[in-house]
């Protein structure tokens, strides 16, 4: 193996410019596709075309009006907003938001269509129609009809005067990224100009929410992840000294680091990368292929983007192998990468370290194993969890909107529910019966802010039909008197005012619109079961479909996710232990290989259990992701143990062993843990999660690399263990011997 690789060196040497050249070329090639490459924070992208909520959603959504919204709260700075001057602000803020793009429709406090008796007729009246001047003594009436009003009040009016609510539908042209781009750069204006000095304005709502995760991704992009290439780049150079590696870590980083020591023992280039690559050709297939294992576990993640991410990490993974066995030498040969000083002291201080840990191994052993079952004790703590607005740091203006809403008018979240008349129609009063008995059960439940069914209107109408008696707002006796009622209603609505977003066009179903307060992903579930126990038992003429929404869906491909990255993981980690177990012929240095690539993300959890504890979509692949990083510093460490084992006493295997692997292992971990530090401190909570995580997962890994794998070596290779402590055979031995 060892002449193979010797033979395959001297002709890429030889060949250095052809080597280059191709090498650019291939990287011009496979980066042409980059250009195709964009951003996307379109919720429905985070699903496979055929997942079950997405597609009863999708149906939802055909089947009425489309749902994507922007909420506007409006609050009156003079704390009343039922005052003529207020009201008349408000009907003109209304009017104006019509002429936004995208624009589906527009429902608001000044808009609303308010049911009221007319002789033997219904009479139906909004602000914006009302010729006559708005007085104190309207504004006042207007105000005790909001709140009586079961569709009004908890969304477009509240207890509190001041706030008052507009719900803007938008088609799903302004779900693109720039037709999102667009509506809000329109919108925020407007909302300028309208609200004047009057008015302070709240905003919330899918569209805000899904530009606002827009916004956040690009500012990182632009500020923290250069800033942490940057740093990458800085600490490279420093650790290294050198300015041939702070430039080929763009490519290489492990490589050129893990080979900087070997080449430096010779003055000849050539032979320097030459022997830099023999010496490490073993070790770094080994790295490479069980880092390959790792992310292609991300692979298998529910959510098409994490599995994308995957693909891309492990193709990467291939790829920097190949240039690490091909290129690198070539680009090596080009440059004296001796630094005798730097290396001595490198030398140095790994054998004081190796003396340290090798003389009493057991010591730091059990220190960090008490650390760790303290910390894994917390693990439970932690619980599958995923709220949106939550993604942005408290001070956001979208996460402080929303608690403004969410305090002083109505709830953040919706989900949706389309119920199906199992009869002939809607209009069929057990099925409008059943609709009523739902909402009221529902509008009892926790953390359900509003209600919205066709059976209020339906009550509404029938009670505005007979002379607005209290007794009369109860759903129509029968079919007939309920069609007639809806066809006098739509009759009398404005364009753009219609029915579609609460009854099919058919007439055979109705949509639910439920409010939540600002909850979890877990609540959302808890909520869903309930709602299922109901129309299980109470469900006869009305066919209840499940809850649907962004919310809903999220909050069951987070459970599934986490549920495959989990198998996943177990997976991978077993594939790398076997290749342990066949790569260092040794079944426990194979077993033992687990515990530092386990425990370091189990102790990470554990903190982050302590200090947050909610685990979403981003935060749930940090285990998977950081197992295929965290891996190869084991396997590095444990293939040098393995050749050097059995050759000295225990103390000289780890310092040689230290001397070989430290270095490298030590100046990547910081590299790492400083980039993904700086991500921490991004005010987008998804990327702040990742960060903090991902930095705490490579620290405990060194940590247990350190000074915690040795003394389990230790324990390997006791006297009793003769086929351990024998030195490497032949088939282990690196080319380089």
């Known amino acids: 193996m060892s002449g193979t690789l010797a033979g395959l060196y001297d002709r890429l040497l030889a060949n250095r410019v052809i080597v280059i050249v191709l090498t ?71 009017e104006a938001l019509w002429d936004l793009p995208f624009i589906v429709r527009v429902d608001s406090l000044a808009n609303h269509q308010f049911i009221q008796a007319d002789d033997e007729t219904i009479a139906v009246v909004d602000l914006v129609t009302r010729d006559a001047p708005i007085t104190a003594d309207v504004a006042a009436q207007f105000r005790d009809m909001a709140l009586a009003e079961v569709s009004v009040n908890g969304i477009l009016a509240s207890a509190d005067p001041a706030m008052a609510g507009i719900n803007i539908l938008i088609d799903d042209d302004g779900v693109t990224e720039a037709g999102k781009v667009e509506l809000m750069t329109a919108l925020r204006p407007r909302l300028e100009t309208q609200a004047g000095e009057a008015f302070n304005t709240y905003l919330t709502g899918s569209i805000v929410v899904d530009h606002g995760f827009d916004v956040a991704a690009q500012a990182d992009l632009e500020v923290l992840y250069a800033a942490m290439y940057l740093v990458a780049l800085i600490l490279v150079g420093w650790l290294t000294r050198s300015v041939v590696v702070t430039i080929g870590v763009l490519l290489v980083l492990l490589c050129i680091l893990r080979g900087t020591r070997n080449g430096a023992n010779t003055e000849d280039r050539k032979a320097a990368g030459k022997a830099a690559m023999l010496y490490n050709a073993r070790p770094l297939f080994l790295v490479a292929l069980s880092t390959g294992i790792g992310f292609s576990a991300i692979m298998m993640s529910e959510v098409p983007p994490l599995s994308d991410l995957g693909f891309i990490l492990t193709v990467g993974v291939v790829a920097l192998f190949i240039l690490s066995m091909t290129f690198l030498p070539v680009y090596l040969s080009y440059f004296r990468m001796s630094n005798e000083r730097l290396v001595a002291r490198a030398d140095d201080q790994m054998t004081r370290l190796g003396r340290f840990i090798g003389g009493a191994p057991f010591r730091p052993a059990a220190v960090l194993a008490a650390l760790a079952l303290c910390l894994v004790a917390a693990v439970p703590l932690n619980r599958i969890n995923d709220n949106f607005i939550e993604y942005f740091s408290a001070d956001h203006a979208i996460r402080t909107d929303a608690a403004t809403i969410n305090s002083r008018l109505s709830g953040v979240h919706y989900v949706y529910m389309q119920v199906d008349a199992r009869g002939d129609s809607i209009f069929d009063t057990a099925y409008l019966a059943e609709l009523d008995s739902f909402a009221t059960w529902l509008r009892d439940v926790p953390q359900v802010r509003h209600v919205t069914t066709y059976a209020d209107t339906q009550k509404r109408l029938n009670q505005a039909l007979s002379g607005d008696r209290a007794s009369a707002y109860v759903v129509p006796a029968n079919a007939t008197e309920g069609a007639q009622l809806n066809l006098l209603y739509e009759m ?87 290749m342990l177990m066949l790569a260092l012929r040794s079944v426990k240095f194979g077993l033992l290989s687990i515990v530092p690539n386990v425990l370091p993300a189990a102790m990470a959890f554990g903190v982050w259990g302590l200090v947050d504890g909610q685990v979403g979509l981003a935060v749930s692949i940090v285990a998977v992701m950081t197992f295929g990083i965290v891996v190869d510093d084991t396997v590095f460490f444990m293939s040098r143990f393995r050749e050097h084992v059995g050759k000295s006493s225990f103390t000289d295997t780890v310092v040689a062993t ?22 921490a401190f991004s005010e987008f909570r998804l990327n702040q999660g990742l960060g903090f995580l991902t930095a705490m997962v490579m620290g405990f890994a060194l940590i247990a690399d350190l000074f915690l794998l ?8 006791g006297r009793k263990d003769a086929d351990v402590t024998e030195p490497a055979t032949d088939a282990l031995k690196t080319p380089a011997e």
Do not use: C
């Open 658 to 679: 230290l001397r070989d692997t430290g270095r490298p292992i030590i100046n990547t971990t910081i590299i790492l843990v400083a980039g993904f530090t700086i991500l």
């Open 710 to 717: 040795p003394g389990l070596l230790k324990l390997a290779v």
């Open 492 to 578: 009398s609505l404005p364009f753009g005012l219609s029915t579609e977003n609460l009854i099919t066009p058919e007439r055979d179903a109705s949509k639910v619109t439920i409010v939540l307060d600002n909850v979890s992903s877990d609540d959302v579930l808890a909520l869903e079961a309930r709602i299922a126990d109901w129309t299980a038992a109470n469900s006869n003429a009305a066919l209840f479909q499940p809850p649907t929404g962004p919310m809903s869906m999220f909050a069951h491909i987070g459970q599934r996710n986490a549920q495959g990255l989990i198998t996943s993981t177990f997976v991978a980690l077993l594939l790398v232990s076997v």
């Open 24 to 94: 650019l070329l291939a990287v011009i090639v496979s980066g042409m596709g980059t250009e195709k490459l964009g951003f996307s924070n379109d919720y429905r992208d985070f699903f496979p075309a055929d997942d079950p909520n997405l597609v009863a959603f999708e149906a939802l959504q055909d089947n009425f009006l489309r749902t994507n919204n922007v909420f506007i709260a409006v609050e009156a700075k003079s704390g009343n907003m039922f005052t003529p001057a207020a009201l008349d602000r408000l009907t003109a803020l209304t």
